[in-house]
């Protein structure tokens, strides 16, 4: 938009310099005359450019809004669901409690409230981020087979949150890290029953590249 009513106002200033050029031999444009053309033209485009400036200023404001609505409600589901966040550059990685039956991959009723919670962040302030579901499991069984068992947690979650929160398949995707020691929550907790629940997860994360959320809510 500034763009062109610079453009717009290059024209006035090359009309004017038109206009004294080619009457400077019968002296009708007098130096004041020039002087305050000139003058209102540059007043003109200082006007425009403070409007721009104005603009960005409020959607700066704007966007800083958007960030602390989105701290509030990040703050809010780690008081409610005792869920940890972290806030990286590109990512924000959910370590939700949700938590697999030994050798399963159901999702419980009772993390059904957690990942809607999770899917309303994601759909208001990220509506066009990438999500991912990643999934874990104890070191009991071969390494293999929990890599399988991984990805059928990752996916029965990714299925929930497709059904459930209006999410289109293409932007969530799902994958396993199975036994991978390096992200074991509790390296000697494996086996039946309750030993090793706290490997036994998911963890959800929004790729957004660095962008802030978006400025307004989609229409549901």
């Known amino acids: ?13 090359l009309a004017v310099l038109t ?12 130096p004041e005359e020039m002087d305050t053309s000139l003058q209102a033209l540059r007043a003109e485009m200082m006007d425009e450019m403070r409007t721009g400036d104005e603009a960005v200023s ?13 701290e509030a409600d990040l703050q809010q589901m780690e008081r409610d669901f005792e869920v940890s966040i972290q806030r990286l550059e590109d990512q924000l990685r959910f ?6 039956a030994f050798n399963d991959a159901t999702v419980e009723a009772e993390d059904e409230a957690v990942l809607s919670r999770f899917g309303s962040v994601a759909r208001e302030y990220y509506p066009d981020a990438l999500i991912t579901v990643e999934g874990f499991t104890d070191p009991s069984g071969s390494a293999e087979y929990n890599l399988q068992l991984g990805q059928r947690r990752a996916d029965a979650v990714r299925a929930y949150l497709v059904e459930t929160t209006d999410m289109t ?4 995707k799902s994958v396993s890290y199975g036994e991978d020691t390096r992200r074991l929550v509790m390296p000697e907790g494996w086996g039946p029953g ?14 957004h590249d660095g962008e802030p959320p978006v400025l307004q809510a989609p229409i549901s």
């Open 19 to 30: 206009l004294a050029g080619s009457t400077a031999a019968c002296s009708t444009v007098s």
């Open 1 to 13: 938009m500034f763009t062109t009513t610079l453009n717009s106002k290059g024209f006035s200033l």
């Open 169 to 172: 398949d293409e932007r969530i």
């Open 194 to 207: 309750a030993a090793g629940w706290e490997n036994r997860r998911v963890v959800l994360v929004i790729d």
């Open 95 to 100: 370590n939700v409690p949700v938590y697999f």
């Open 58 to 70: 409020d959607r700066v404001a704007a966007v800083e809004r958007r960030m602390s609505a989105l």
